[in-house]
C-alpha cells in the first residue's frame, strides 16, 4: 500500500506535470529548430511570440463568451486558438518583411539577425504589455478536472490522491497531434519536402527551382502555428503572465539545443528532458521517501536540491553542461 501511494505521488507531482510542461516547451522548441534550420538564425522573440499568441487568444476568448460562445466542458480558448493563430502568423510574417527580408537581400551574418531578432523581442514585449497589462490572467473555463482528487481517494482507498486537470491532457493530446501534423507536412507534402531541401542545401535548391520567398513565408506560418499552440496551452495550464513568458525563452532555447539545433525529433526530446530534470530536481522528496523508506531512514529534512524559485537555473545549467560537453545535443543536430 505504501508503495502505491508513493507512486500516486509520483505520477501526481512528477509524471503528470512535468509530461504537460515537457510537451509545452517541445512545441516551443520546434518553433526554434525549424527557424534555425531554414532561416538560419536563432530568434530571440521567440518567447515574445509565445505571449502574443496568447493575449490574442485571450481577446478572443473574451470576445465569444461575451457572445454566449462556449465549448462546454472544454476551454473556450480553443476555438479561439485558429483565429489568433491566424493574426501571430500574419504579424510575424510581416515582421519578416519588414525586418528580416532587409538583412537577408544583404546577406548579412547570422549575429545580425539575432540582433534584429532582439529588438522585435522588446517591441513585441512592449506591445503586449501596453494590450494586456502586466497582471496575471487566467482564461480558463469549462470542466476543470478530468479525475477529482476526492473521487480517486473513494475509489482506491488510498491515502493519496490523485487529480488529472483538463488542461492537462488537452496539452498532451494537442501536442501530439500538432505534432503528428508537422511531421506528415515536413515528409509527406511537396511544400515540406522544399523546406527540407531548402534547410540541406539552399544553393542546390534554388538551383532546383524551389521559390525561397514560399519557403520563408511557410516557414513563418508554421512557426506561428507552433509558437501560439504551445503559449496558449502553456496559459491554459497556468495562467498568462508577459514576465513568465519571457522566461520560458531559456528553457525553450535550452529544449531545442540539448535536443540538437537543427533537429525536429531533437526538439521534442529535449522538451521532455528538460521539463522533468526541472520538476525533479525542485520537487521535495520527503513524502515519497517516507512512504519507501524504513523508519530508520527517515530524513529529517525536504530532500529538495533546489527551491521551485530557481527553476529556471536548472534548464541554464543544462544548456551551458551540452554546450560545453556535447554541443550537438541527443541528435547531433540533424537538419529538417
Not at 113 to 133: D, E, Q
Request: glycine fraction near 8%.
Amino acid at each position: 500500500m505504501d508503495f502505491l501511494n508513493a507512486l500516486v505521488m509520483l505520477t501526481n507531482f512528477i509524471i503528470i506535470p512535468a509530461t504537460t510542461y515537457g510537451a509545452q516547451l517541445a512545441l516551443g522548441a520546434l518553433g526554434v529548430t525549424l527557424i534555425y534550420s531554414i532561416l538560419r538564425f536563432s530568434n530571440f522573440a521567440h518567447g515574445d511570440t509565445m505571449a502574443l499568441g496568447t493575449v490574442v487568444t485571450i481577446g478572443i476568448t473574451a470576445l465569444f463568451q461575451s457572445w454566449g460562445i462556449t465549448l462546454g466542458p472544454l476551454p473556450t480558448a480553443l476555438l479561439a486558438l485558429p483565429f489568433a493563430i491566424i493574426v501571430t502568423s500574419l504579424v510575424m510574417i510581416g515582421t519578416d518583411q519588414v525586418v528580416y527580408k532587409f538583412y537577408r537581400a544583404k546577406k548579412a551574418a547570422p549575429i545580425v539577425f539575432v540582433m534584429a531578432s532582439l529588438g522585435v523581442m522588446f517591441m513585441t514585449n512592449g506591445v503586449i504589455r501596453f494590450l494586456a497589462g502586466v497582471k496575471d490572467i487566467n482564461f480558463t473555463d469549462g470542466e476543470r478536472f478530468l479525475i477529482q482528487a476526492r473521487a480517486f481517494k473513494e475509489w482506491s482507498g488510498l491515502d493519496q490522491p490523485l487529480a488529472l486537470r483538463t488542461t492537462q491532457a488537452l496539452t498532451v493530446v494537442v501536442a501530439v497531434i500538432v505534432v503528428a501534423w508537422l511531421f506528415w507536412f515536413l515528409n509527406r507534402t511537396r511544400t515540406g519536402k522544399s523546406m527540407r531541401a531548402y534547410s540541406d542545401n539552399e544553393d542546390l535548391a534554388l538551383l532546383s527551382g524551389i521559390n525561397p520567398n514560399r519557403v520563408v513565408m511557410v516557414t513563418w506560418l508554421i512557426v506561428g502555428i507552433l509558437t501560439t499552440t504551445a503559449g496558449v496551452l502553456y496559459g491554459l495550464d497556468k495562467s498568462y503572465s508577459p514576465f513568465t513568458y519571457f522566461q520560458l525563452l531559456l528553457p525553450t532555447f535550452a529544449a531545442a539545443i540539448v535536443g540538437g539545433l537543427g533537429s525536429p525529433l531533437g526538439a521534442i526530446a529535449g522538451g521532455f528532458v528538460v521539463a522533468y530534470s526541472e520538476v525533479v530536481v525542485t520537487y521535495v522528496w520527503r513524502a515519497v521517501a517516507g512512504y519507501v523508506l524504513p523508519d530508520s531512514l527517515q530524513p529529517e529534512g525536504l530532500l529538495q536540491l533546489l527551491s521551485t524559485d530557481y527553476k529556471i537555473a536548472v534548464s541554464f545549467t543544462i544548456l551551458v553542461i551540452v554546450l560545453l560537453f556535447k554541443p550537438t545535443g541527443i541528435f547531433k543536430g540533424q537538419s529538417v
